[in-house]
């Protein structure tokens, strides 16, 4: 990737908000900090702020590099930069990470203000309602009054969905990418695997594991695992490890099949880096998420009284999100004369597609966001 | 089920075998016990016999009840017995208990002679083919010299492949079910993480827990937990759990929805039963099993000297073993000009249906055993 369409050195900013926040679940989160990055220059009428929101394991860090060093740039990076599909020239693009992360804004690693201590396993379940009202704040903050878009993938697309409905007149495009409605039983079943194999580690410690010194590294690590077999489809697992062996076969438990080093180095990286009680908060949220819940199970219900316009975009080879559930969101669109865009787009990858850099899926996102009208840059 | 079509009340044999049986892996199992059951009446001319090899965590228990009390039958109930597809008024039928399992044939549990405590560790890693020759030491020892059929599903569609490979002469019908010439990556990813679960657990003790009084429960929950997902459809997952809570939401990582508490059970109840270190090998010998591997990839060639006439049966939900696989299988055997039938079953239970008592499926493995020629019975 060229340097010349890069956001460049970027810095993240953190907003502290003192007001409580009031949960979904009942809870109350006292106060919070978001940390966010932006790239590209809001301009005069504030009318060119576009929100990505993060999937399970995303954060603030979007696009661009925090230090020359850097070995890798923000995780979106091949689609926000100057002259890439969200084009940085023309927008003011805000990153963030969310409330129960682990990368700085307020999560189950945070001080708890009424122990001193670590949240733990006292940190509340978050939904996406929670954290689209988290985002409100922060636009708020920001004095941005409406989004030109909001987009996310995976749960992401979630929120961006959830802004719709939470705030019509707030968003006027959302792009709902590689997402669902809400989980299939066996996209929960997944979660449910990788949740108990954190819980009954015995370093789990209910949840309190900092005070331990210690984290539940092996259930993370094969939570982890397991997610990168859902990422990835069969035909792509085949085609990059297939059968290959290492060193040929000895007849061991070790690693022999190239595939088993693959899932075991990605598993004991993020065991590394991940906080283990934000992956049980991510992935329940993923759970819960179905707006069509309160509305008897009728999705155009739920979302009719959504203003935004829509791109929906899936992947024919996602099987954990797959194309049939992105067409439930569009038809409910269109049960409601709303103005929908859909796209599915013939890729091998599986769930992973939304983050790489597809040319087909890359040029309907250049074409749909270089549509949307915006204000002068002063 | 009607008691009418039932074996009835049957008792495992024991097997000992003295003479020491060489393994693919390099070692050597110096003696070894084959548990075994029966059903039907072997005939004057011994034809009429077919042996039914049984997948991950199956057994010698494969029809009829051991008492009167017990809740279940055998785990192939369904299939074998007087005037089902299976019928034990013409057939002869053995199921047997694989080395390496834990329900009563030579395994980890077992004692070692060298040492005098359980192989644990110590036990060698079994293939598809060890298990054939061992098999085939049982069908000495009973003196049956060809098969009428051999029989298996998944693993066990395997070791039903490798008997027309390895003892060409010796067996007149297999039947295929649910089965691949090899494993995909994604699946022997899946095992490879169900391994992992077991082997970091803390308390499994690099496998000789035994010793230590304890078994990995943890990890061979998560296992089987996982196993589950796969071996049901998404559909099925959705027809039979859906989204469905137990209690309603209550914003917590206990059981909540129903899948949920399928999903537990399943695994309690395995980790009380299944030894791990069977668990582990089971997995691995599927891993290998790969018979194209020695001809260059070319299966054409690794069943180039078949003589049997098979049934190849497939379901088209079934995402861990699908059609495509089975097709493989097909087209290889159609290459040699081999006699093959294949039967592609629209079931929605995914891997699973091979178990089930599908109409089809019960009415096609009816026909074609009702085709297979035997001698008399006296």
């Known amino acids: 990737m060229s340097e010349n369409n890069s956001v460049g050195i970027v810095a993240p900013k953190t907003a502290h908000f003192s007001e409580p926040l009031a949960l979904k679940g009942g809870g109350v989160l006292p106060q919070f900090d978001l940390v966010y990055e932006t790239y590209g220059t809001l301009n005069a009428d504030k009318s060119n702020a576009v929100l990505i929101c993060h999937a399970l394991s995303g954060h603030h860090h979007v696009a661009g590099k925090h230090h020359e060093s850097d070995k890798y740039a923000g995780w979106w990076d091949n689609m926000i930069g100057p002259n890439k599909p969200l084009d940085t020239n023309k927008f003011f693009v805000i990153g963030l990470n969310n409330i129960g992360g682990c990368h700085g804004s307020t999560g189950p690693i945070s001080i708890n203000p009424a122990t001193s201590q670590p949240w733990g396993s006292a940190f509340p379940i978050i939904t996406v309602e929670d954290w689209v009202n988290s985002q409100a704040r922060l636009m708020d903050r920001l004095g941005i009054s409406q989004l030109a878009a909001v987009i996310g993938g995976s749960l992401g697309g ?30 929960m079943a997944f979660n449910e695997v990788a949740r108990q194999a954190i819980i009954t580690d015995p370093e789990f410690h209910g949840g309190d594991y900092y005070a331990h010194g210690v984290v539940p590294r092996r259930g993370l690590r094969i939570a982890r695992m397991l ?21 040929g076969i000895k007849y061991s438990f070790d690693v022999e099949f190239e595939m088993e080093s693959y899932l075991r180095y990605q598993g004991d990286k993020f065991a590394g880096e991940f906080d283990a009680n934000t992956y049980l908060r991510m992935t329940r949220a993923l759970d819960y998420y179905d707006p069509a819940l309160t509305f008897g199970g009728d999705l155009s219900k739920a979302l009719s009284q959504t203003k935004a316009k829509f791109l929906v975009v899936s992947f024919t080879s996602d099987w954990r999100f797959s194309p049939a559930r992105s067409r ?32 087909h899926y890359h040029a309907i996102l250049q074409t749909y966001l270089g549509s949307i009208e915006v204000g002068d840059a002063k």
Chains 1, 2 share one sequence.
């Open 158 to 187: 979630m929120q961006a969905l959830q802004w719709t409905i939470a705030f019509p007149g707030r968003v006027r495009y959302a792009l709902v990418i590689a997402s669902a409605p809400n989980l299939t039983a066996q996209n």
């Open 227 to 247: 997610g990168h077999i859902t990422y990835l489809s069969d035909d792509v697992m085949g085609e990059k490890f297939g059968r290959k062996l290492k060193d």
């Open 328 to 359: 439930e969101i569009v038809k409910a669109l269109l049960d409601n004369e709303s103005t929908v865009s859909y796209a599915e787009v013939t890729a091998a990858h599986g769930h992973d597609a939304f983050l790489m850099p597809d040319k």
